[in-house]
């Protein structure tokens, strides 16, 4: 269009607001990656296993029928710390297996085609790319994991009664605290390994390793120095202390509470250098 016409202007539209911006790259992420019927029926059977628990506690709070007419229940039908913990841990590993499917797509592809100025040449930070990408997993791996467990736990609120809340409030803290923590490990480590491996096959590939290289390299750390502190390499090893702690329940880790959220937050360091190293609005090529 020749200038002397004077016929173009700016946007005049209207402009999402500065605080939720970041949303913008989760609703067109979702938009792609529910075009694969794969990951939507993976992600429909993630709540078959919730919805079994819903049964059992059901079950379970109907037995006590049984008790009030003489008959002895046996103790393995009981809703406490460790229903909650295999619920956090089947649950915990599905949002796993979605991390790996759905995290090597997140940074890699923007990567690949030097998409990054292009993001960047708008009013759209660092910060908010990383945030952004984030949020596609750790909204996702919610709906799978803390807030099915909520509901549980206030399902077996209104069938048990005040009684057992009073007893087992913890549990609702260990639900969302725990879940979030492995969200956000989770998280991280996949938008980290998707920055620096451009490839999203080999990135997919380096999400699922990793658990298995940290736990062998804790092994060996642990058999060579006669110690338990290279479990705090373990990523898997370092969640499982977190949850046990906050269920009120012995991990048996060799970790104690403390040097798991150490390495907890150690991961979660090396994870934001890594992208604060990757994700720039420029890059230079030798």
Same mark, same amino acid.
């Given at each position: #269009?020749?200038?002397?016409?004077?016929?173009?202007?700016?946007?005049?539209?209207?402009?999402?607001?500065?605080?939720?911006?970041?949303?913008?790259?989760?609703?067109? =992420?979702?938009?792609?990656?529910?075009? =694969?019927?794969?990951?939507?029926?993976?992600?429909?059977?993630?709540?078959?296993?919730?919805?079994? &628990?819903?049964?059992?506690?059901?079950?379970?709070?109907?037995?006590?029928?049984?008790? =009030? #007419?003489? !008959?002895?229940?046996?103790?393995?039908?009981? +809703?406490?710390?460790?229903?909650?913990?295999?619920? #956090?841990?089947?649950?915990?590993?599905?949002?796993?297996?979605?991390?790996?499917? +759905?995290?090597?797509?997140?940074?890699?592809?923007?990567?690949?085609?030097?998409?990054?100025?292009?993001?960047?040449?708008?009013?759209? @930070?660092?910060?908010?790319?990383?945030?952004?990408?984030? =949020?596609?997993?750790?909204?996702?791996?919610?709906?799978?994991?803390?807030?099915?467990?909520?509901?549980?736990?206030?399902?077996?609120?209104?069938?048990?009664?005040?009684?057992?809340? @009073?007893?087992?409030?913890?549990?609702?803290?260990?639900?969302?605290?725990? %879940?979030? /923590?492995?969200?956000?490990?989770? @998280?991280?480590?996949?938008? /980290?390994?998707?920055?620096?491996?451009?490839?999203?096959?080999?990135?997919?590939?380096?999400?699922?390793?990793?658990?298995?290289?940290? /736990?062998?390299? /804790?092994?060996?750390?642990?058999?060579?120095?006669?110690?338990?502190?290279?479990?705090?390499?373990?990523?898997?090893?370092? #969640?499982?202390?977190?949850? @046990?702690?906050?269920? %009120?329940?012995?991990?048996?880790?060799?970790?104690?509470?403390?040097?798991?959220?150490?390495?907890? !937050?150690?991961?979660?360091?090396? &994870?934001?250098?890594?992208?604060?190293?990757?994700?720039?609005?420029?890059?230079?090529?030798?």
């Amino acid at each position: #269009m020749a200038v002397y016409k004077r016929t173009y202007t700016t946007y005049s539209g209207p402009l999402t607001p500065p605080r939720t911006r970041f949303l913008v790259l989760p609703r067109y =992420s979702y938009e792609r990656l529910f075009q =694969s019927r794969f990951l939507t029926g993976f992600l429909v059977a993630c709540f078959f296993f919730p919805l079994g &628990c819903a049964g059992y506690l059901y079950l379970v709070n109907n037995l006590s029928v049984f008790s =009030s #007419m003489g !008959f002895p229940v046996p103790d393995v039908f009981k +809703i406490d710390s460790s229903f909650f913990r295999v619920f #956090m841990n089947f649950q915990g590993g599905l949002a796993y297996i979605l991390t790996a499917l +759905i995290g090597p797509s997140l940074i890699a592809p923007d990567l690949a085609n030097n998409a990054l100025p292009t993001y960047f040449s708008r009013p759209f @930070s660092r910060t908010e790319y990383v945030v952004g990408k984030v =949020s596609v997993l750790f909204i996702l791996l919610s709906i799978i994991t803390w807030v099915p467990g909520v509901i549980l736990f206030f399902l077996q609120v209104s069938q048990a009664g005040s009684g057992w809340l @009073s007893n087992n409030w913890f549990i609702l803290r260990a639900i969302i605290l725990g %879940n979030l /923590a492995w969200i956000l490990i989770l @998280s991280l480590l996949s938008v /980290a390994l998707s920055a620096w491996v451009k490839w999203k096959v080999v990135a997919g590939a380096l999400i699922l390793g990793v658990f298995g290289i940290g /736990a062998g390299l /804790a092994g060996i750390i642990n058999s060579i120095l006669s110690t338990d502190y290279g479990s705090m390499i373990d990523i898997s090893r370092i #969640m499982y202390t977190i949850w @046990s702690d906050q269920l %009120n329940i012995e991990s048996q880790t060799g970790l104690e509470p403390f040097e798991a959220w150490t390495g907890f !937050f150690a991961v979660c360091i090396v &994870c934001l250098l890594m992208l604060e190293r990757k994700i720039r609005p420029k890059e230079i090529v030798r």
